[in-house]
Nanobody
Framework: QVQLQQSGPGLVKSSETLSLTCTVSGGSITTSFYVWSWIRQPPGKGLEWMGVIAYDGSNYYNPSLKSRTSISRDNAKNTVYLQMNSLKPEDTAVYSC??????????????????WGQGTQVTVSS
């Protein structure tokens, strides 16, 4: 059973960079066809897929966030990272890492993801 454990700050100032960590257990982040996404949910709004790093290291990003978002990994630590720069108060949201297994494709729909971290409330202060 894949488990995702998130860590990172809950309060960040405007214009600063958010860094979140997602440590995976019960499976390897390099196992074929697994993809690891970051998904967020602003208060009162729906889930927004931010981007993904696949088992082979390839990245795909939400075009609306691509210029400010970077997803990377450390295979030795079995960990996936999110960095988002130039934060704004409207980036306040619950941020979650999530995993999906899909043969030779990537889902951008949060409802397709089977495994989720516990979520991190991130508040961006002005």
């Amino acid at each position: 059973q894949v488990q995702l454990q998130q860590s990172g700050p809950g309060l960040v100032k405007s214009s600063e960079t958010l860094s979140l960590t997602c440590t995976v257990s019960g499976g390897s982040i390099t196992t074929s066809f697994y993809v690891w996404s970051w998904i967020r949910q602003p208060p009162g709004k729906g889930l927004e897929w931010m981007g993904v790093i696949a088992y082979d290291g390839s990245n795909y990003y939400n075009p609306s966030l691509k210029s400010r978002t970077s997803i990377s990994r450390d295979n030795a630590k079995n960990t996936v990272y999110l960095q988002m720069n130039s934060l704004k108060p409207e980036d306040t949201a619950v941020y979650s890492c999530a995993a999906d297994w899909r043969y030779h494709s990537v889902s951008y729909s949060p409802s397709d993801y089977d495994y989720w971290g516990q979520g991190t409330q991130v508040t961006v202060s002005s």
